[in-house]
């Protein structure tokens, strides 16, 4: 089985501009999840979406965006970029949001590094 | 509000030298606790998961509520196991939303 996949793998853009970077998840897999790591804040979970609907979104301005297509790949967007969006951005692809059930978990793809001039 | 704390940002120790790496975290519930492992350019991936009470590549941790920490620990370290290490918790309530600790880079010297 094919991992995650995230395209592109680094982008340089300049302060004000705007990008979108995407995810193809594992085949099957109809959950995905946003990440953005940096050194000084970690991993920071910015949203989620299953069957085309965001379930969740982290504490990120609305500069941030994403969306979920119907074949489960995922896109983000970011708005009027600023220097502190300078990070790897990455996805998180699993089979389902679980209604109780336990064991499985997210599979990371290997990110996308993002350098705001 | 769920929170994940990693005391140590950076570890030391010999090879052969047993290793524990803490994690406490804040969740009014039952969580799920994980440990995320990143090797050198590679991408994150699962290390182990409480639940399945398993342990790999030597690693084990145990869940304990009452101290609510999930430390991973391995008797003997190999310099193969240095690595960043990320503890991460999942809620309750149907979504697959990590909370991550900030890591601690692992090193193993020979």
């Known amino acids: 089985k094919a991992g995650v996949t995230q395209t592109p793998r680094y982008l340089i853009k300049t302060r004000g501009q705007q990008v979108t970077l995407s995810c193809s998840p594992i085949?099957?897999?109809?959950?995905v999840s946003w990440y953005q790591q940096t050194p000084g804040q970690g991993l920071q979970f910015l949203f989620e979406?299953?069957?085309?609907?965001?379930?969740n979104k982290g504490n990120f301005p609305g500069r941030f965006s994403g969306r979920q297509f119907s074949n489960s790949r995922s896109e983000m967007n970011v708005s009027t970029l600023e220097l502190g969006d300078s990070a790897l951005y990455l996805c998180?692809?699993?089979?389902?949001?679980?209604?109780?059930?336990?064991?499985?978990?997210?599979?990371f793809g290997p990110g996308t590094r993002l350098l705001v001039l | 509000a769920q929170r994940v704390t990693q005391p140590e940002k950076l570890l030391s120790v010999f090879k052969g030298a047993p290793v524990e790496l803490k994690c406490n975290y804040s969740y009014s519930g039952s969580p799920e606790l994980f440990w995320y492992v990143q090797y050198s350019r590679q991408r994150l991936q699962l290390l182990l998961r409480h639940i399945s009470r398993e342990s790999i590549k030597g690693f084990t941790a145990d869940l304990n509520k009452g101290e609510t920490s999930f430390h991973l620990k391995k008797p003997f370290a190999q310099e193969e196991d240095s690595a960043m290490y990320y503890c991460?918790?999942?809620?309750?309530?149907?979504?697959?939303?990590?909370?991550f600790g900030k890591g601690t880079k692992l090193t193993v010297n020979p």
């Open positions: 991460a918790l999942r809620g309750q309530g149907g979504s697959e939303k990590l909370v």
């Open positions: 998180a692809s699993s089979p389902s949001i679980r209604p109780g059930s336990r064991g499985e978990t997210q599979y």
């Open positions: 979406y299953f069957s085309e609907t965001q379930r």
């Open positions: 085949s099957g897999h109809r959950s």
